[in-house]
């Protein structure tokens, strides 16, 4: 039997990229910095002490920390035999993105440039904005800045509820952002409206990554919250990933958890899973492993780690969400099967104490899990493709353009 389970801790950056200072990430590190603070007692909010994880640390994830950056993350050690293998990977695509870094991980790296809304303020063209205004019949629209997500809402929720003008914004990532009351503009509307602006963004050409769907509810600030209806509209990768291979050339099945489905615009997704909160994609991804069959991947996106911890600058929340994951990593271990294959990884960086709200480029940790390799260093990964081009390996499926196997085929 053939399974390979992937698990994207999205934003688990592990220091260390040799380009990090062209993003004004240098020294940005996701798991370095929140280990140090909890070392220093300065992550206190609903966990104590410094960082455990001592399951994904018998997998090699603190070895491949080192690897990455030269030195351990503080307070954290290996305890006991390690039973993974384990590396950290470079990012060649140009963005440090969530489609970037997923694509490139399925084997398709991103080696174009996005379009981005640089601009802090006015940022979307008024061409663009009268457009959709136009189109989808709106009585304006609020934002039209960069923000943070949660942010906006205190700002302009209230306005929003009031007006119907929908709350448009973006980041440093090549994003479109919708934000919309569930309740009083209506979810069905909000993805309408979204349909409408990812239609005009590819008759314009602004090759805009995505548009996304944020939907909130609540009465007033400080009580507006983001609910689980989020929805990203991205464009196709461009070339088959690996993922599309395996549905195209061995039938087979390829569930997603999460996000993945939308990160990949749904080319080579077979079934959709929808789960909300680390818990909830956790549980989903345990009972997906237990029904999987031959030439399936379940890939889940653990979206949390980034859009409450990392963007939030939330060190406490993030270590404990990581302490979390690590407790419960056991009850997946005991799944694993003989030929299985566990893929542990990130997307890119989300350093919480680091300036701003937005991604930080770094290496990913590739943690593996398997009777097809070697127990050990996988040492450095020259790009995430490296794990698309294994998974195609261990598949059997035509190579992929970008990557180096590491499976050790029998
Ligand atoms: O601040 P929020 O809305 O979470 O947005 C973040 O999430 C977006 C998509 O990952 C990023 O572009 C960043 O802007
Ligand atoms: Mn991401
Ligand atoms: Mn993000």
Not at 220 to 227: A, D, L
Not at 353 to 365: F, K, L, S, V, Y
């Amino acid at each position: 039997m053939k399974r390979v389970f992937i698990m994207i801790l999205d934003s688990f950056g592990i220091g260390g990229a040799e380009d990090a200072k062209k993003y004004g990430d240098e020294g940005a590190n996701t798991l370095g910095h929140i280990a140090e603070a909890c070392a220093l007692g300065k992550a206190e909010q609903g966990r104590t002490g410094p960082l455990k994880l001592p399951n994904l640390g018998k997998l090699g994830l603190i070895e491949a920390a080192y690897e990455s950056t030269g030195y351990y993350p503080k307070g954290m050690q290996t305890e006991g035999e390690i039973i993974g293998s384990y590396g950290y990977a470079s990012e060649i695509s140009s963005g440090k993105d969530t489609p970037s870094g997923h694509w490139e991980i399925a084997g398709v790296p991103v080696l174009f440039d996005w379009g981005y809304f640089t601009n802090t303020t006015n940022s979307f063209p008024q061409d663009l904005l009268d457009k959709i205004v136009s189109r989808a019949k709106l009585p304006g629209y609020l934002g039209n800045c960069h923000s943070s997500g949660t942010v906006i809402l205190d700002e302009l929720g209230e306005e929003h509820m009031a007006s119907n003008k929908p709350i448009f914004y973006t980041s440093a990532d090549s994003v479109f952002q919708i934000a919309c009351h569930e309740e009083t503009f209506g979810l069905d509307r909000l993805y309408e409206v979204c349909e409408i602006a990812r239609d005009e963004l590819n008759k314009g050409n602004y090759n805009i990554g995505r548009v996304i769907a944020r939907p909130f509810v609540g009465k007033k600030p400080g009580e507006f919250v983001r609910t689980g209806n989020r929805h990203d509209l991205a464009v196709e990768p461009p070339a088959p990933t690996m993922i599309k291979k395996l549905v195209d050339e061995k039938h087979g099945t390829v569930v997603s958890i999460g996000k993945i489905a939308d990160i990949y615009a749904q080319v080579g997704i077979t079934k959709k899973v929808k789960a909300t909160g680390l818990e909830a994609l956790f549980d989903a991804s345990l009972e997906e492993i237990k029904q999987a069959k031959d030439n399936t991947i379940v890939f889940t996106n653990f979206v949390d780690f980034d859009s409450s911890y990392g963007h939030r600058r939330d060190v406490s929340g993030y270590a404990a969400a990581l302490e979390y994951f690590d407790r419960r990593l056991p009850e997946m271990l005991a799944l694993i099967e003989p030929g299985d294959l566990l893929i542990i990884s990130a997307d890119h960086g989300c350093d919480p104490t680091w300036a701003g709200t937005d991604h930080t480029r770094e290496h990913i940790p590739v943690i593996v899990y398997g009777d097809s390799v070697p127990v050990g260093s996988l040492g450095h990964r020259e790009t995430f493709a490296d794990i698309g081009q294994s998974v195609a390996d261990y598949f059997d499926l035509s190579p992929m353009d970008y990557g180096k196997s590491f499976i050790k085929k029998k």
